[in-house]
């Protein structure tokens, strides 16, 4: 019995040393051996490892493509006008032993925090020489890939490689958005009044041509009728003239009684005339005038 109280402990340290020397590093990671702060030993070969134990430790790293997501930060472009710029990168740790080194105990948040100051340095100097209009057009590729160049040359000494870098948003300050917005809204009010002024100007003049028509039109009916209400007048002279010439004593009669009718119609004015009167000749008469014979051939 006492001899197996002694075993058990004794197998219980030895379990506990055999655990605490074996580390599994996982197909996505990789990793060093550090003793005492000193890196020992770089894994970057998935599967099982082996390390002195209670004296040497494992810290684990990606081994796999990581993000970076920017600050967003003002920039000055080449024509003065301010943009709010910011970027996504992509990187990986290289160099674990330099990675180490360069970071320390931090490791990737340290790293993050230094890639992110480096890419935003890469972005001030890139597009400080170009102007703000080179971003919209087809030099944007251009400019990315020359901030990735410059970021990836200044990232070296952390022991990563920065494999890509993609300007997420190329926007005006707010208060420049403001006043952008605004002369914008100008720009299109003017625009717009100089659309409605052009379209009453045309307006005025298809109003002033259709007036015009309308009075010429108009001038030219009545001057079409005139020459009809003469020549209908002149012909009824005519003919007026032909009947007192063959008759002038029954024209004369058939007036009178025309005078007479319109004369004794209601509603007409009063007249106040002698009986004896030249106009009561042939009511005060007991007889026709005699109808002449027509003309042989008339």
């Not at 997501?69 to 472009?77: A, G, K, S």
């Amino acid at each position: 019995m006492m001899r197996a109280a002694l075993i058990l402990p004794v197998i219980f340290v030895l379990g506990a040393v055999v655990v605490s020397s074996v580390f599994i590093v996982d197909e996505r990671k990789q990793a060093l051996v550090l003793q005492f702060g000193q890196v020992k030993q770089e894994v970057r070969e998935p599967g099982l490892g082996f390390k002195i134990p209670f004296i040497q430790d494992v810290v684990y790293y990606e081994d796999r493509i990581l993000g970076l997501p920017t600050n967003p930060i003002e920039v000055t472009p080449a024509d003065d006008r301010r943009l709010v710029v910011d970027a996504f990168a992509r990187w990986r740790i290289v160099d674990l032993v330099q990675f180490r080194q360069a970071v320390g105990a931090g490791g990737e948040d340290t790293a993050r925090q230094r890639l992110d100051r480096i890419i935003n340095a890469a972005i001030r100097e890139v597009m400080g020489g170009v102007p703000s209009t080179a971003v919209l057009s087809e030099d944007r590729t251009s400019l990315m890939n020359q901030i990735r160049d410059l970021a990836r040359r200044e990232s070296v000494s952390l022991g990563v490689e920065v494999i890509d870098v993609r300007l997420t948003r190329t926007d005006l300050p707010e208060q420049n958005l403001e006043a952008t917005f605004a002369r914008m809204r100008a720009e299109r009010q003017r625009e717009a009044a100089d659309e409605v002024a052009r379209g009453n100007e045309a307006a005025q003049r298809v109003r002033a041509s259709a007036d015009r028509e309308v009075v010429e039109v108009t001038s030219e009916a009545r001057k079409t009728a005139e020459i009809v209400r003469g020549e209908a007048d002149a012909e009824r002279n005519g003919i007026y003239a032909e009947a007192f010439g063959q008759d002038p004593e029954f024209f004369a009669f058939t007036r009178s009684l025309t005078s007479y009718e319109r004369s004794m119609q209601g509603g007409n004015s009063s007249i106040v005339m002698s009986p004896e009167s030249e106009f009561f000749d042939y009511m005060n008469s007991d007889q026709a005038p005699e109808v002449a014979a027509p003309v042989a051939g008339q």
